[in-house]
């Protein structure tokens, strides 16, 4: 069982930067595929990025080229780092565990979630 907890968010201009971070407690973390989803007012809850547990990532046509998803398996962290930021970023940000192999576009499949943290972009 894991316990999932982000922080990192805030608000920033269009064009800007953050880095979100998402600590694990509880055993086994490596075996975990780890994911970002995010959900905006009024708007379904999205997939955003998902490295799994052979540290191979998957982003949204929204988020390649602009976002990037690590982790250290060492300290039981997850991080999105998002560059360029938009306007319609804007949103709770989740980070979520799954099984080993997961992907982005399947939340049904992620069975902890963290609380979220608000990222909000402003032109």
């Known amino acids: 069982q894991l316990q999932l907890v982000e922080s990192g968010g805030d608000s920033v201009q269009a064009g800007g930067s953050l880095r979100l971070s998402c600590v694990a407690s509880?055993?086994?973390?490596?075996?975990?595929?780890m994911a970002w989803f995010r959900q905006a007012p009024g708007k379904e809850r999205e997939g955003v990025a998902v490295i799994d547990g052979d540290s191979n990532t998957d982003y949204s046509d929204s988020a390649k080229g602009r976002f990037t998803i690590s982790r250290d398996n060492d300290k039981n962290y997850v991080y999105l780092q998002m560059n360029g930021l938009k306007v319609e970023d804007t949103a709770m940000y989740y980070c979520?565990?799954?099984?080993?192999?997961?992907?982005?576009?399947?939340?049904?499949?992620?069975?902890?979630w963290g609380q979220g943290t608000q990222v909000t972009v402003s032109s």
């Open positions: 509880g055993s086994l973390f490596s075996s975990y595929s």
């Open positions: 979520a565990a799954g099984p080993f192999y997961s992907a982005y576009d399947a939340p049904s499949d992620f069975t902890y």
